[in-house]
T-cell receptor, first 117, second 111 residues
Framework: DAGVIQSPRHEVTEMGQEVTLRCKPI?????LFWYRQTMMRGLELLIY????????DSGMPEDRFSAKMPNASFSTLKIQPSEPRDSAVYFC???????????????FGPGTRLLVL | AQRVTQPEKLLSVFKGAPVELKCNYS??????LFWYVQYSRQRLQLLLR??SRESIKGFTADLNKGETSFHLKKPFAQEEDSAMYYC?????????????FGRGTQLTVWP
């Protein structure tokens, strides 16, 4: 397995534009997580899904952020409109149910480095 | 509520010196503790988890339930250990599936 795949790896956009980040989890994993990493705030959980259903989106900063998981192999995180303060590295991670052997460990993607000008 | 505290944001040691990255947690359930590492501009990756009781890259961590700690230790630090280290906690008795991460400690090992 290629691991968790994210695209794009880098995104530079102007304030007000829509940004869509994409994630393909590891096949067979039933949890998917979106994180944001900044120097000031560290690693923040934005939202996570179990079996494609959002479980907790309390970390989503505001209505400009939305996330979907239309199927088990794909998720998107959208920011509309984007603002300079959204500049960060966004990570996607996936895991197996922790009740299963090897479960509970999260596997991270390479991240998307977003810069909003 | 689950809480993971890493009191040191930055930690510097010289090569060959012992290193200890502190992690304290606050949780009344049945926690499972992890250490993740992030090398410069790379993805986070699992370093070790307490139930495995193994040593990875010379690092060990022991869960101390009395002190609610899970400190990461290495007797002789190497330059390639320079990275960001995150302590994380999950509830083994929960089906929620999420991890609670600390703020991270940036370790720098000087030559």
């Amino acid at each position: 397995d290629a691991g968790v795949i994210q695209s794009p790896r880098h995104e530079v956009t102007e304030m007000g534009q829509e940004v869509t980040l994409r994630c393909k989890p590891i096949s067979g994993h039933d949890y998917l997580f979106w994180y944001r990493q900044t120097m000031m705030r560290g690693l923040e959980l934005l939202i996570y899904f179990n079996n494609n259903v959002p479980i907790d989106d309390s970390g989503m900063p505001e209505d400009r952020f939305s996330a979907k998981m239309p199927n088990a192999s794909f998720s998107t995180l959208k920011i509309q409109p984007s603002e300079p303060r959204d500049s960060a590295v966004y990570f996607c991670a996936s895991s197996l149910n922790q009740g299963l052997a090897g479960g509970g460990v999260q596997y991270f993607g390479p991240g998307t480095r977003l810069l909003v000008l | 509520a689950q809480r993971v505290t890493q009191p040191e944001k930055l930690l510097s040691v010289f090569k060959g010196a012992p290193v200890e990255l502190k992690c304290n947690y606050s949780y009344s359930g049945s926690p499972e503790l992890f250490w993740y590492v992030q090398y410069s501009r790379q993805r986070l990756q699992l370093l070790l988890r307490h139930i495995s009781r193994e040593s990875i890259k010379g690092f060990t961590a022991d869960l101390n339930k009395g002190e609610t700690s899970f400190h990461l230790k290495k007797p002789f630090a190497q330059e390639e250990d320079s990275a960001m280290y995150y302590c994380a906690l999950s509830d083994r008795g929960s089906t929620l599936g999420r991890l609670y991460f600390g703020r991270g400690t940036q370790l720098t090992v000087w030559p």
